[in-house]
């Protein structure tokens, strides 16, 4: 298990807001990139088990956590698909300015192709009970909120919820200047994620130096806080191994800048240990 202290500052609530919102909308959506080739042919990089921890930091201050999880292969309408779920919330000491309490979870066909099911739920103020209910017959995806559903919409082919792509994306390799688009749809609108694999460098954080890929996504097609900061872009790095696994994630948005670091990593390959593990003399 790997840790990271942390400081205590100030802080504001509705920083705390747009944060933890769009680290999740951002995140995923980033990872809505993959080649046209079909997943199936080859090996996964992933198993259920799997379980990787970030911390998120506004500027230096750490708000609280995020936990990316792989359950137990279900069946989902007589389809045997992959349980993927993210859960988000904030420190203790946070609660008292804006509590976060989110889980998300995407169903996936075994063979990675397209999404089966996606939820997610809400607590606090802004409450939510999402279902998107995805109709590969009509091809069509249909969003509801607390039982209330809007009307379907249509879908790409091989289109992906906002969590399974992450996942889809860990699918195929990486290279310098590489560039990747995929459909990625929430429900209420269906878009085509963007990314291009920037460069192949060491960063080093409190866990380790790891061998990364920077993948930078261009934002424009996420709304809010995004949508009004000048040139924002995502940052990511990813660990430049069969497992693919994000590790540092860097945004700048008009209410400042938020990270998120790896912190732990349970049940993945050990070629993922940082190289200033792996190797003392590094």
């Not at 909308?25 to 199936?40: C, D, H, P, W, Y």
């Not at 230096?60 to 859960?87: D, Q």
């Not at 990747?180 to 291009?196: H, L, Q, S």
């Not at 930078?216 to 995004?226: A, H, P, R, T, W």
Request: glycine content about 4%; hydrophobic content about 40%; proline content about 4%.
């Amino acid at each position: 298990m790997m840790k990271v202290s942390s400081s205590d500052s100030h802080y504001s609530r509705p920083g705390v807001q747009l944060v933890f919102t769009f680290f999740v909308i951002a995140f995923m959506m980033t990872f809505g990139l993959t080649e046209n080739i079909k997943a199936v042919e080859k090996a996964f990089p992933f198993n259920p088990g799997e379980k990787l921890t970030f911390q998120i930091k506004w500027g230096f201050i750490p708000a609280g956590e995020v936990v990316l999880e792989i359950l137990p292969i279900e069946s989902i309408n007589r389809v045997k698909s992959y349980h993927f779920v993210m859960i988000a919330k904030t420190y203790s000491f946070f609660d008292l300015l804006y509590k976060v309490r989110d889980r998300i979870e995407g169903y996936t066909d075994i063979e990675m192709t397209h999404s089966i099911l996606y939820k997610e739920q809400k607590a606090g103020k802004a409450k939510r009970n999402v279902i998107v209910n995805f109709n590969w017959e009509k091809q069509e995806a249909q969003y509801s909120n607390f039982g209330k559903k809007r009307r379907p919409i249509p879908l790409l082919a091989r289109s992906f919820d906002p969590l399974s792509i992450f996942y889809a994306f860990r699918l195929h390799d990486l290279k310098e200047n590489a560039e990747f688009e995929n459909p990625v749809t929430d429900g209420k609108r269906c878009i085509m994620g963007k990314a291009k694999v920037v460069k192949r460098e060491k960063i080093k954080l409190a866990s380790g130096v790891y061998d990364t890929y920077l993948v930078e996504s261009d934002l424009k097609n996420i709304s809010g806080v995004f949508a009004k900061s000048k040139n924002a872009k995502l940052k990511v790095w990813v660990t430049a191994d069969t497992h693919r696994i994000p590790v540092k994630i860097k945004s700048k948005v008009i209410v400042g800048s938020f990270v998120a670091e790896l912190i732990s990593a349970e049940k993945v390959g050990r070629d993922v240990t940082p190289l200033s593990l792996a190797n003392p003399n590094f």
